[in-house]
T-cell receptor, first 116, second 111 residues
Framework: DQQVKQNSPSLSVQEGRISILNCDYT??????FLWYKKYPAEGPTFLIS?????DKNEDGRFTVFLNKSAKHLSLHIVPSQPGDSAVYFC???????????????FGEGTQLTVNP | DVKVTQSSRYLVKRTGEKVFLECVQD?????MFWYRQDPGLGLRLIYF???????EKGDIPEGYSVSREKKERFSLILESASTNQTSMYLC??????????FGPGTRLTVT
């Protein structure tokens, strides 16, 4: 079953406007959430993250909001720029147990297109 | 800067061939991961390793195996390639923090 879902395969916005990308999850054990950005023919790159004990994290034009009761998070990009056009993946983290690491579960991705 | 490299950017193999995909990281990270990315399915975890010679199955391990003989190198092996293994393969590493660092990916086509 898909524990992390991004229900919008694509989103198109005008340059300068706000982009809002959404993500829903089902597993209450997720302790950290991340957003990755991916350009074609490149690996994903980390964008921003949020701990499950917070409800907002901001980094420049990017803000992530977490609503734990609704099991929902969103990424806001404002103002949007043409260079933001990429696939955005939401990811949720669970500890690996006895090791110090964690594993990520990814959503399906949303293709964002920012039109000049 | 963390660097994760993958041995090939593009690979074309025939059905039934044994395929090796290599991944090397230069940051002495403990944990390494192999994913495949398919349209509409996102990134799915195939295998991961949290130490040398240690490996764990991810969500879709069938048809794959892995090898980690040295800390910096994590190999994905397709024992007998099939057309449904045509995909983008991504390697990642992390030191236990949540953020994973990804390589550029290998686009594998099995004909």
């Amino acid at each position: 079953d898909q524990q992390v879902k991004q229900n919008s395969p694509s989103l198109s916005v005008q340059e300068g406007r706000i982009s809002i990308l959404n993500c829903d999850y089902t597993n209450s054990m997720f302790d950290y959430f991340l957003w990755y950005k991916k350009y074609p023919a490149e690996g994903p790159t980390f964008l921003i993250s949020i701990s499950s004990i917070k409800d907002k994290n901001e980094d420049g034009r990017f803000t992530v909001f977490l609503n734990k009761s609704a099991k929902h998070l969103s990424l806001h990009i404002v103002p949007s720029q043409p260079g933001d056009s990429a696939v955005y993946f939401c990811a949720a983290s669970t500890p690996l147990g006895e090791t110090s690491g964690s594993r990520l579960t990814f959503g399906e991705g949303t293709q964002l297109t920012v039109n000049p | 800067d963390v660097k994760v490299t993958q041995s090939s950017r593009y690979l074309v193999k025939r059905t039934g061939e044994k395929v090796f995909l290599e991944c090397v990281q230069d940051m002495d990270h403990e944990n390494m991961f192999w994913y495949r990315q398919d349209p509409g399915l996102g990134l799915r975890l195939i295998y991961f390793s949290y130490d040398v010679k240690m490996k764990e199955k991810g969500d879709i391990p069938e048809g794959y195996s892995v090898s980690r003989e040295k800390k910096e190198r994590f190999s994905l092996i397709l024992e007998s390639a099939s057309t449904n293994q045509t995909s983008m393969y991504l390697c990642a590493s992390t030191e236990g923090a949540y953020e994973q660092y990804f390589g550029p990916g290998t686009r594998l086509t099995v004909t």
